[in-house]
């Protein structure tokens, strides 16, 4: 059975630098065609992608939050770390990892995790 | 970036009903690249179908995924009660986007 929960800070401050960790089981994030995938949602709205990592450590970020992320993964550990610098108030949203999986050039996020919610307030 | 515009925002319709829910990039897009997802509240988003039109594990055959290029489309054949819910299309051919969803409400 494949897992993926998120943990970190519920609050953070504005200009604060928001550090979040995937922990997983089930795969082995070493594997061909495997990754993980961050995903923000502020409430009431859509889904947001913002980072991705592949086993080969090949690292993608959303164009418009480039500047501000950081995606790491230890797999010794079965861990995936996002960083977010500088933290506004529109930053609140619940943030979600993902699996990613690519096969035969299709490629999907199955299954997330519960997701955590993140309020950015002074 | 590849933007996705779903339609309608909000679909009301009735159990035993049939939902077609649209997905129109701006670019084309492998239908390798196109998913969909199911997202209820106060949950994480489920897969539902990947490839345009392949259904993931579990999924029933109500739902089905059919389209290419720069137009895709979610079909519920039959609505049961819990299918009313919010649904993505995502695509990842360049980077990742969604769509900013269509809400399918009980009329």
């Known amino acids: 059975q494949i897992t993926l929960k998120e943990s970190g800070p519920t609050l953070v401050k504005p200009t604060q630098t928001l550090t979040l960790t995937c922990t997983f089981s089930?795969?082995?994030?070493?594997?061909?065609?495997?990754?993980v995938g961050w995903i923000r949602q502020p409430p009431g709205k859509a889904l947001e992608w913002l980072a991705l990592?592949?086993?080969?450590?090949?690292?993608r970020y959303s164009p418009s939050l480039k500047s501000r992320l950081t995606i790491t993964k230890d797999t010794s550990k079965n861990q995936v770390v996002l960083t977010m610098t500088n933290m506004d108030p529109v930053d609140t949203a619940t943030y979600y990892c993902?699996?990613?999986?690519?096969?035969?050039?299709?490629?999907?996020?199955?299954?997330w995790g519960q997701g955590t919610l993140v309020t950015v307030s002074s | 970036e590849i933007v996705l515009t779903q339609s309608p925002g909000t679909l009301s319709l009735s159990p035993g009903e049939r939902a077609t829910l649209s997905c129109r990039a701006s670019?084309?897009?492998?239908?390798?690249?196109l998913a969909w997802y199911q997202q209820k509240p106060g949950q994480a988003p489920r897969l539902l179908i990947y490839?345009?039109?392949s259904r993931a594990t579990g999924i029933p055959d109500r739902f089905s995924g059919s389209g290419s290029g720069t137009d895709f489309t979610l079909t519920i054949s039959r609505l049961e009660p819990e299918d009313f819910a919010v649904y993505y299309c995502?695509?990842?051919?360049?980077?990742?986007?969604f769509g900013q969803g269509t809400r399918l409400e009980i009329k």
């Open positions: 490839g345009a039109s």
């Open positions: 670019q084309s897009v492998s239908s390798s690249y």
């Open positions: 089930g795969f082995s994030l070493s594997t061909s065609g495997v990754g």
């Open positions: 995502q695509q990842s051919r360049t980077g990742v986007t």
């Open positions: 993902a699996l990613h999986t690519m096969v035969r050039g299709e490629n999907w996020f199955d299954p």
């Open positions: 990592i592949y086993w080969d450590d090949d690292k």
